[in-house]
T-cell receptor, first 113, second 112 residues
Framework: KQEVTQIPAALSVPEGENLVLNCSFT??????LQWFRQDPGKGLTSLLL?????REQTSGRLNASLDKSSGRSTLYIAASQPGDSATYLC????????????FGRGTSLIVHP | EAGVVQSPRYKIIEKKQPVAFWCNPI?????LYWYLQNLGQGPELLIR????????DSQLPKDRFSAERLKGVDSTLKIQPAELGDSAVYLC??????????FGPGTRLTVL
């Protein structure tokens, strides 16, 4: 059974810092990995999707990398802003056509001015 | 283009009452997911549809939960009867095949 772990569970940083959020998974037979953000009381917003054949994806100040062999993905946030405050979740979908996603518990991020 | 639509946004009921949630996915998305999210946890898959077929419902408590996706578009998730432990956020998501998932705002259920 796939297990997804996100470290750290919570993070509080001053504005402007560069951040690294970690996601690890136990089964490397994945189809894709997706990063989301979730604001309090809201649904999930897709940030980046990495297919299993890819090594990284970038969108604006966000960069996500994938290392299947080590079962890890990192989300890099450059020049953090207070508006980045949210919970960040990663989800790993299993290979083989079933597309069953397994989520981590998330990293709760606070960026203070 | 409209995103995933869910209703209601909030629902408060007494235990043993029935409740239903509705989801309309993004147009053209053939795959629809229902998730349950407890506070401080990631979403857990309840059921996944490909078109109108439920292809994975192993996590759905079938004694009290049911779901349907008639015509392969919108979907309804029902709980009957609701229990205190069902209080959670119910999320709906859709995707084209198993590609990028897009989520709705969720329905927050409180069972008293």
């Amino acid at each position: 059974k796939q297990e997804v772990t996100q470290i750290p569970a919570a993070l509080s940083v001053p504005e402007g810092e560069n951040l690294v959020l970690n996601c690890s998974f136990t089964d490397s037979a994945i189809y894709n990995l997706q990063w989301f953000r979730q604001d309090p009381g809201k649904g999930l917003t897709s940030l980046l999707l990495i297919q299993s054949s890819q090594r990284e994806q970038t969108s604006g100040r966000l960069n996500a990398s994938l290392d299947k062999s080590s079962g890890r993905s990192t989300l890099y946030i450059a020049a953090s802003q207070p508006g980045d405050s949210a919970t960040y979740l990663c989800a790993v979908s299993k290979a083989g056509g079933s597309y069953i996603p397994t989520f981590g518990r998330g990293t709760s991020l606070i960026v203070h001015p | 283009e409209a995103g995933v639509v869910q209703s209601p946004r909030y629902k408060i009921i007494e235990k043993k009452q029935p409740v239903a949630f509705w989801c309309n996915p993004i147009s053209g998305h053939n795959t629809l997911y229902w998730y349950l999210q407890n506070l401080g946890q990631g979403p857990e898959l309840l059921i996944r549809y490909e078109n109108e077929e439920a292809v994975d419902d192993s996590q759905l408590p079938k004694d009290r939960f049911s779901a349907e996706r008639l015509k392969g578009v919108d979907s309804t998730l029902k709980i009957q009867p609701a229990e205190l432990g069902d209080s959670a956020v119910y999320l709906c998501a859709s995707s084209l095949e198993g590609y990028e998932q897009f989520f709705g705002p969720g329905t927050r259920l409180t069972v008293l």
